[in-house]
T-cell receptor, first 114, second 114 residues
C-alpha cells in the first residue's frame, strides 16, 4: 500500500535559519503530493501541492519539488520565522484509485526561536 | 467560500451520553471525510462519503455513527464512548474522482470523554 515517511522531529531552529524537512513516499499509482501545516489547536491547512513529476509547489516562502526518481517531496524554506512554528505533515493521495484516501506521514514539529 | 465549518469546537461528554459532531461545506465537494487525530499523531481516516453514500468505513467501532443528510452536511453521532476516544475529530471535503485535488480540512472538534 501507499506510505509516507517524514524525517523525525522535533526540529528546532533559530529565526532566519534554513529549513529542510525530508519526505519520501511509496505509491503504486501516480499520486499527488501535499504538505499540510497544523498550528497549535487548529485543523490542517494546505501549505502547497504538486501533482506530477518535476512540479514545484510553493507558498509563503516554502517550496517542495516532486521528484519521481527519488520518490521524494522535501519541504524547504530559506529563512524561517517564529510564526512558522507548527507541525508539518507530508501527504499523498490518488483519489482516482484510492477512493478518496489521503496517506499522511507522522508529522514533523518545527519550533523556531527568536 | 473555501471553508469547512465544524461545530462544536470543544465537547466534553460522559460515557453514557449521546452527542453529535457537525460539519458543513459549500464548495460543491461531493466527497466528505471524518478523521480522528490523537496528540502528536497524523490524522487517521475513519469514514469517507462519496455522493452522500458511505464508501469507506475503516473498521470504526459502532459507537461512532456517520450520517450525510445532503451534499453539504456531514454528521458524526457519538454514543457510549470510551475515554480513549478523546481526540481531535477533523472533517474534510474534496472533489470526487479527481486526482489533482487536495482535501480541505475544518478546524476540528476537540472531544473529551469523561
Amino acid at each position: 500500500g501507499d506510505s509516507v515517511t517524514q524525517m523525525e522531529g522535533p526540529v528546532t531552529l533559530s529565526e532566519e535559519a534554513f529549513l529542510t524537512i525530508n519526505c519520501t513516499y511509496t505509491a503504486t499509482g501516480y499520486p499527488s503530493l501535499f504538505w499540510y501545516v497544523q498550528y497549535p489547536g487548529e485543523g490542517l491547512q494546505l501549505l502547497l501541492k504538486a501533482t506530477k513529476a518535476d512540479d514545484k509547489g510553493s507558498n509563503k516562502g516554502f517550496e517542495a519539488t516532486y521528484r519521481k526518481e527519488t520518490t521524494s517531496f522535501h519541504l524547504e524554506k530559506g529563512s524561517v520565522q517564529v510564526s512558522d512554528s507548527a507541525v508539518y505533515f507530508c501527504a499523498l493521495s490518488d483519489r482516482v484509485t484510492n477512493a478518496g484516501k489521503s496517506t499522511f506521514g507522522d508529522g514533523t514539529t518545527l519550533t523556531v526561536k527568536p | 467560500d473555501t471553508e469547512v465549518t465544524q461545530t462544536p469546537k470543544h465537547l466534553v461528554m460522559g460515557m453514557t451520553n449521546k452527542k453529535s459532531l457537525k460539519c458543513e461545506q459549500h464548495m460543491g465537494h461531493r466527497a466528505m471525510y471524518w478523521y480522528k487525530q490523537k496528540a502528536k499523531k497524523p490524522p487517521e481516516l475513519m469514514f469517507v462519503y462519496s455522493y452522500e453514500k458511505l464508501s469507506i468505513n475503516e473498521s470504526v467501532p459502532s459507537r461512532f455513527s456517520p450520517e450525510c443528510p445532503n451534499s453539504s452536511l456531514l454528521n458524526l453521532h457519538l454514543h457510549a464512548l470510551q475515554p480513549e476516544d478523546s481526540a481531535l475529530y477533523l472533517c474534510a471535503s474534496s472533489q470526487v474522482g479527481m486526482k489533482n485535488t487536495e482535501a480541505f480540512f475544518g478546524q476540528g472538534t476537540r472531544l473529551t470523554v469523561v
